[in-house]
């Protein structure tokens, strides 16, 4: 055969990243990815599972490619039940659950094995960069330091997906990291299930790395990984108290002033449901605490309504906390039963309608505080790192901006410009979201 692969990568970045990691063993065999389905001879669905609209969009696109190429190949955290994907299209050539890179590989090698001219040597360093197929832009990169969960949130699947915490080695990730480096990553987003609890089943083991012995924990990984790339940007950390020894470095410049922290919601009797932390007051003293030695600092964070027994004044006292937490970033999901979750179980099911308002007044709320707190950056410089340019006019992200989920920085003045640049603007407008920006020049520049 030809050695062409057709691949969709559905998900969250912590599947992007396992789609990168078979999609650069495939390169290094020979095999070449193509877009349209029917030049392919056989297509990988790397599917997620989570909620019921990513299960829905991951069976529609197996159905699709079954429909346009009949050789399909399916993994990722819907094939964690494999049996039932299985019973449903039975033409699946192979199934196998997230973090499957070799099982996916050796499906490819058995379905649409290489011919010998297409297996001749490739020149991989051309091909995929030091660091290996990336489906990000060049100038920034997910690093993933751990798998798995230990938490039994009661709304959430995936420690039966992906199965306990596994976290990597801190000389594997300082590895990588050095190799995203010397691609010339401008920003690594680090991520796992719960970044917080990087290398507690390691028991923080000490490795040898570049001559020197460091302890397998978040805050040393942080230190190294801030040596290495510009912009280090920390997902899904869980509010532990550990957290508050990041600050100082971010207070320092070796991590971005940037924290994606999943609470869920605010009312205790819900966080008990959830079974996640329920002492709310405490979450609001780390915060100030937090803003004492970070004054820059940005808090993302997403949260659950409609989870059953949510009451109205339940809700109220989400509404309250998101008043006085002031969260620069907040996303709003709709809870809905997941297969396999002991929420579902739960009494006191809320109405979808309700769910829907509860949702839409959440936003509006929060809509009004960042439209407050991006105004009081008028006037300000600040550094920003350019996505892409179009008609002298860049789209930029500044500090408190992750790619995808964040607002952006709209910058005037920038012919000439390329994506991956950071440089300084002064921020002259802002709406609800976004911030409008001149472009001032290079670090080196305005020095």
């Known amino acids: 055969m030809s050695g062409k692969v057709g691949f969709v990568s559905l998900g969250c970045p912590k599947a992007l990243v396992d789609s990168e990691r078979i999609l650069t063993r495939l390169a290094e065999e020979g095999y070449r990815t193509v877009e349209r389905y029917e030049?392919?001879?056989?297509?990988?669905?790397?599917?997620?599972?989570?909620?019921?609209?990513?299960?829905?969009?991951?069976?529609?696109?197996?159905?699709?490619?079954?429909?346009?190429?009949?050789?399909?190949?399916?993994?990722?955290?819907?094939?964690?039940?494999a049996a039932a994907l299985e019973s449903r299209f039975p033409e699946l050539l192979s199934?196998?659950?997230?973090?499957?890179?070799d099982a996916v590989v050796s499906a490819?090698?058995?379905h649409a094995p290489l011919a010998q001219d297409a297996a001749a040597a490739v020149d991989l360093e051309r091909l995929m960069g030091p660091a290996g197929v990336k489906l990000t832009p060049p100038h920034y990169a997910y690093l993933k330091i751990s798998e798995g969960c230990n938490h039994g949130c009661t709304f959430c699947i995936i420690p039966s997906m992906r199965g306990k915490l596994r976290s990597r080695s801190i000389d594997d990730v300082l590895r990588e990291a050095e190799k995203l480096a010397a691609a010339g990553v401008q920003e690594v987003l680090v991520i796992a299930q719960d970044t917080s609890a990087y290398g507690v089943d390691l028991r923080y083991r000490r490795v040898l790395h570049g001559g020197r012995e460091l302890p397998s924990d978040l805050?040393?990984?942080?230190?190294?990984?801030?040596?290495?790339?510009?912009?280090?940007?920390?997902?899904?950390?869980?509010?532990?108290?550990?957290v508050d020894r990041l600050l100082p470095l971010m207070a320092e410049g070796l991590v971005l002033p940037?924290?994606?922290?999943p609470l869920q919601h605010a009312d205790p009797d819900i966080l008990r449901a959830m079974r996640r932390p329920a002492a709310v007051e405490n979450t609001l003293k780390r915060i100030a605490r937090w803003r004492e030695i970070c004054p820059d600092l940005v808090l993302r964070s997403t949260f659950v309504v409609g989870f059953p027994g949510e009451t109205?004044?339940?809700?109220e006292r989400l509404l309250d906390f998101l008043e006085?937490?002031?969260l620069d970033r907040v996303g709003c999901f709709t809870y809905s039963d997941v297969e396999g979750a002991a929420a579902n179980g739960l009494p006191g099911h809320v109405?979808?309608?309700?769910?829907?308002?509860?949702?839409?007044?959440?936003?509006?709320?929060?809509?009004?505080?960042?439209?407050?707190?991006?105004?009081?950056?008028?006037?300000?410089?600040?550094?920003?790192?350019?996505?892409?340019?179009?008609?002298g006019v860049a789209e930029a992200r500044s500090r408190g901006d992750a790619p995808e989920i964040d607002g952006t920085v709209r910058v005037s003045g920038a012919a000439g410009l390329e994506p991956g640049e950071r440089v300084w603007v002064r921020v002259t407008s802002s709406d609800t979201h976004d911030l409008h920006a001149e472009y001032l020049g290079t670090a080196v520049e305005l020095d």
């Open 324 to 326: 006085e937490a002031e």
């Open 39 to 81: 030049d392919a001879d056989v297509v990988v669905v790397n599917t997620c599972g989570f909620i019921d609209a990513a299960k829905a969009e991951s069976l529609e696109t197996i159905e699709e490619a079954l429909g346009s190429n009949g050789r399909v190949i399916v993994t990722g955290c819907l094939g964690a039940d």
């Open 108 to 110: 490819v090698r058995a």
């Open 312 to 315: 109205d004044p339940a809700f």
């Open 219 to 242: 805050e040393t990984l942080c230190r190294e990984l801030g040596r290495l790339v510009p912009w280090v940007r920390l997902h899904y950390v869980y509010p532990y108290p550990s």
């Open 95 to 101: 199934v196998s659950g997230p973090q499957a890179t």
């Open 351 to 391: 109405e979808e309608r309700v769910k829907l308002d509860r949702q839409e007044q959440l936003m509006e709320l929060q809509a009004r505080i960042s439209e407050e707190k991006l105004a009081r950056k008028v006037g300000s410089r600040m550094e920003v790192l350019v996505d892409r340019v179009e008609g």
């Open 258 to 261: 940037y924290l994606d922290v």
